[in-house]
């Protein structure tokens, strides 16, 4: 079988990291960081670059294909492992969720813009009822195997390359051609709204330009998830030892100048309609050709589509690799006669309907939780990547040790995922927009994040006869 070369790999990167993100975080963005907003997204790319080369470096130590769950067990056992191993496979089960959210809400948005009942929130609303109908296309889709999956990946990488492209080259034509400079606007009193920074959102410390940039470089890194995927693949990769630090920060510097040039283009077409824009898809908000800005809604509709098809596949499997390898009850890696884990799906659906109907689909609320809750395979990786290099027995002693690569870089990564982490504003998770507690996200952050990963251990270490 043919590996992947360096350029293939570089692709690859690029393909995990543009997704959905650039077309939704502008708005809050601009709104936090003003016309600093292009920084925080040279920010977000700096870390997410960090951050790939820490796994990708762990990938050096770990030689299975990588991730979090499998560092972290090299390094620390299965006591750590299997905590990163099943919030890994909520996460992504999060993240598929708010995935869904999103194409639902733009679908709703562009089909009845001016219908009322395509906004409700509540349980049986029509947003409600048409994710439950997405989530079934999407099982059909899976049902044909890994051929739709393959063609659905092709139309997302397709439609998402298409509509940048549009967007960037159509907006420089207007703003040269017109002579267009709406870019300050970014800075005007009620499109500027930097929110006080508080540790955990509840401990405030102040009101500055800077921390208005450092909340806004935590709604803009999730335009750059993906990049903790670029190494799980290793293994079907020629020399990742030596390609993988090459090609991840090549994938990340092509991903961040696509992602400043066109928040860039955008801010000069008007900051102000970005903003204040109700449309999921805040990046065409600045268009004013009607034509031009469909393009655009409708290359991120399809960018959307496939990367939903790809989380449906991908998702589920983690719980059935949990159960492959006894973290998890054996029943749930059970298949159809298609080749489809239908009650692993089905946890994974499940938790994917559920997060957006706690926070009623609020989309920037989603996706800061997308983003956060990566935060602990963010801390515990660099951590475990320290050990696997200070570890010289076994197949650990083979590997060629980097100072920079296995000590300064998973240094920093702690420190930085640190800061984002406390700076991220929870109260969004664990309060209603009235004021009083949510306890339906309060009861399901509970459920995923202790209650589940307290199962598997009881499951693991019972079935194991410890």
Same mark, same amino acid.
């Given at each position: 079988?043919?590996?992947?070369?360096?350029?293939?790999?570089?692709?690859?990167?690029?393909?995990?990291?543009?997704?959905?993100?650039?077309?939704?975080?502008?708005?809050?963005?601009?709104?936090?960081?003003?016309?600093?907003?292009?920084?925080?997204?040279?920010?977000?790319?700096?870390?997410?670059?960090?951050?790939?080369?820490?796994?990708?470096?762990?990938?050096?130590?770990?030689?299975?294909?990588?991730?979090?769950?499998?560092?972290?067990?090299?390094?620390?056992?299965?006591?750590?492992?299997?905590?990163?191993?099943?919030?890994?496979?909520?996460?992504?089960?999060?993240?598929?969720?708010?995935?869904?959210?999103?194409?639902?809400?733009?679908?709703?948005?562009?089909?009845?813009?001016?219908?009322?009942?395509?906004?409700?929130?509540?349980?049986?609303?029509?947003?409600?009822?048409?994710?439950?109908?997405?989530?079934?296309?999407?099982?059909?889709?899976?049902?044909?195997?890994?051929?739709?999956?393959?063609?659905?990946?092709?139309?997302?990488?397709?439609?998402?390359?298409?509509?940048?492209?549009?967007?960037?080259?159509?907006?420089?034509?207007?703003?040269?051609?017109?002579?267009?400079?709406?870019?300050?606007?970014?800075?005007?009193?009620?499109?500027?709204?930097?929110?006080?920074?508080?540790?955990?959102?509840?401990?405030?410390?102040?009101?500055?330009?800077?921390?208005?940039?450092?909340?806004?470089?935590?709604?803009?890194?999730?335009?750059?998830?993906?990049?903790?995927?670029?190494?799980?693949?290793?293994?079907?990769?020629?020399?990742?030892?030596?390609?993988?630090?090459?090609?991840?920060?090549?994938?990340?510097?092509?991903?961040?100048?696509?992602?400043?040039?066109?928040?860039?283009?955008?801010?000069?077409?008007?900051?102000?309609?970005?903003?204040?824009?109700?449309?999921?898809?805040?990046?065409?908000?600045?268009?004013?050709?009607?034509?031009?800005?469909?393009?655009?809604?409708?290359?991120?509709?399809?960018?959307?589509?496939?990367?939903?098809?790809?989380?449906?596949?991908?998702? @589920?499997?983690?719980?059935? $690799? *949990? /159960?492959?390898?006894? &973290?998890? +009850?054996?029943?749930?890696?059970?298949? %159809?006669? !298609?080749?489809?884990?239908?009650?692993?799906?089905?946890?994974?659906?499940?938790?994917?309907?559920?997060?957006?109907?706690?926070?009623?689909?609020?989309?920037?609320?989603?996706?800061?939780?997308?983003?956060?809750?990566?935060?602990?395979?963010?801390?515990?990786? @660099?951590?475990?990547?320290? $050990? *696997? /290099?200070?570890?010289? &027995?076994? +197949?650990?002693?083979?590997?060629?040790? %980097?100072? !920079?690569?296995?000590?300064?870089?998973?240094?920093?990564?702690?420190?930085?995922?640190?800061?984002?982490?406390?700076?991220?504003?929870?109260?969004?998770?664990?309060?209603?927009?009235?004021?009083?507690?949510?306890?339906?996200?309060?009861?399901?952050?509970?459920?995923?994040?202790?209650?589940?990963?307290?199962?598997?251990?009881?499951?693991?270490?019972?079935?194991?006869?410890?």
């Amino acid at each position: 079988m043919s590996k992947l070369g360096f350029w293939s790999i570089v692709m690859l990167g690029v393909n995990a990291v543009i997704g959905a993100g650039i077309f939704l975080t502008p708005g809050a963005v601009i709104r936090l960081a003003g016309t600093w907003a292009p920084v925080a997204y040279i920010l977000a790319g700096l870390f997410a670059g960090i951050m790939a080369l820490v796994f990708a470096t762990a990938a050096r130590y770990v030689r299975t294909n990588g991730a979090s769950y499998a560092y972290t067990t090299a390094a620390f056992g299965q006591r750590i492992g299997i905590y990163v191993g099943v919030t890994h496979a909520i996460v992504a089960s999060i993240a598929w969720g708010v995935l869904a959210s999103l194409f639902v809400s733009t679908l709703l948005n562009v089909l009845f813009p001016q219908r009322h009942w395509a906004q409700e929130t509540h349980l049986f609303s029509v947003k409600t009822l048409t994710f439950l109908l997405f989530i079934a296309v999407l099982l059909m889709i899976n049902l044909f195997g890994n051929r739709a999956i393959k063609w659905a990946n092709g139309i997302s990488t397709a439609g998402k390359i298409f509509a940048l492209t549009v967007f960037i080259g159509g907006g420089l034509w207007v703003i040269t051609s017109q002579h267009v400079d709406h870019y300050d606007t970014a800075g005007a009193p009620g499109i500027y709204q930097p929110a006080p920074y508080a540790l955990f959102g509840f401990v405030p410390l102040g009101q500055s330009t800077l921390t208005g940039v450092v909340l806004a470089t935590v709604a803009a890194l999730y335009a750059f998830t993906g990049f903790e995927s670029i190494a799980n693949a290793a293994e079907e990769m020629e020399e990742p030892d030596r390609n993988l630090p090459r090609a991840i920060p090549l994938s990340i510097l092509a991903v961040g100048t696509v992602y400043v040039l066109a928040v860039t283009v955008a801010m000069l077409l008007g900051s102000d309609k970005i903003v204040q824009s109700p449309d999921t898809v805040k990046l065409a908000a600045a268009i004013g050709n009607d034509a031009f800005r469909g393009i655009v809604i409708l290359g991120a509709l399809v960018s959307m589509f496939g990367i939903n098809v790809a989380a449906s596949f991908g998702a @589920p499997r983690l719980w059935t $690799a *949990l /159960a492959d390898t006894h &973290t998890l +009850p054996a029943r749930l890696s059970g298949k %159809n006669r !298609f080749g489809v884990p239908m009650l692993a799906f089905a946890i994974t659906a499940a938790l994917a309907l559920a997060f957006p109907l706690a926070l009623r689909f609020d989309n920037e609320t989603l996706t800061g939780l997308a983003v956060i809750a990566r935060f602990i395979q963010f801390i515990i990786v @660099p951590i475990a990547l320290i $050990a *696997l /290099a200070r570890d010289r &027995t076994g +197949p650990h002693s083979e590997v060629r040790r %980097n100072t !920079f690569t296995d000590k300064v870089l998973p240094i920093a990564a702690v420190a930085i995922s640190v800061a984002l982490a406390v700076s991220f504003d929870y109260r969004t998770l664990i309060l209603s927009p009235h004021g009083g507690p949510n306890y339906y996200s309060i009861v399901l952050i509970v459920l995923t994040f202790v209650v589940v990963p307290a199962i598997a251990y009881v499951h693991y270490y019972r079935t194991a006869g410890r």
